[in-house]
């Protein structure tokens, strides 16, 4: 079965400091795409990234990157030297190759830069 | 380009009452979505339409929710009578190719609040 884990509902971390989101996935599908959206507190999930299962490389777009590892099913996002504007609820999701299938997703990571 | 927008923003109803939620998708987007997030939970997928045609339902919840997407532009959803446990935040995505690769844009979502 699909299924989409982000273990963290909540995160707090200071101003500049480092943080890590995780994201764990399920799915029978050797084909399948991971993606990462936000949720700023104007409500709109802001696209991320995508990721095929084919690509492993790890990928970095300024102060985030995100590190997908398919011998653990993960698929992490990490925002270096974070900042307030930062905060919103994160969501990873997954996609299988049956066109037109729908997105799993996770609980969603609500993430706190404090100043 | 507008992204995907939705109507209305909030709305309360009672119990036993009806609601429409309205959503535009992008522009020249083919498909279109209906997902729902409960407080807390994930957000879960409801159906999924190909222009005017229905692809998936299988995430409608029961026969009370009826969305239409009359002429393949915008859509509607509809609760009648309204529950409890319709309460939550509906969100609206379209993507433009029918292939699970194709990333799905999110609009803002509607949240209801069944009193």
């Known amino acids: 079965a699909q299924k989409v884990t982000q273990a963290q509902t909540e995160i707090s971390v200071v101003e500049k400091e480092d943080v890590t989101l995780d994201c764990v996935y399920e799915t029978r599908d050797t084909t399948y795409y991971l993606f990462w959206y936000k949720q700023p507190p104007s409500g709109e999930l802001v696209f991320l990234i995508r990721r095929n299962s084919f690509d492993e490389q790890n990928e970095i777009s300024g102060r985030y990157s995100w590190n997908f590892q398919k011998s653990t099913s993960s698929f992490n996002f990490t925002i270096t030297a974070s900042q307030v504007v930062d905060s919103a609820v994160y969501f990873c999701?997954?996609?299988?190759?049956?066109?037109?299938?729908?997105?799993?997703f996770g609980t969603g990571t609500s993430l706190t830069v404090i100043p | 380009e507008a992204g995907v927008t939705q109507f209305p923003s909030h709305s309360v109803i009672e119990k036993g009452q009806t609601v429409t939620l309205r959503c535009d998708p992008i522009s020249g987007h083919d498909n279109l979505y209906w997902y729902r997030r409960v407080m807390g939970k994930e957000i879960k997928f409801l159906l999924h339409?190909?222009?005017?045609?229905?692809?998936?339902e299988s995430g409608m919840p029961n026969n009370r929710f009826l969305a239409e997407r009359t002429g393949g532009t915008y859509s509607t959803l509809k609760v009648q009578p309204a529950e409890l446990e319709d309460s939550g935040v509906y969100f609206c995505a379209s993507s433009q190719f029918l292939v699970a690769m194709d990333t799905q844009y999110f609009g803002p979502g509607t949240r209801l609040t069944v009193l």
């Open positions: 999701a997954l996609s299988e190759a049956v066109p037109g299938n729908q997105f799993y």
């Open positions: 339409f190909v222009k005017e045609s229905k692809q998936d």
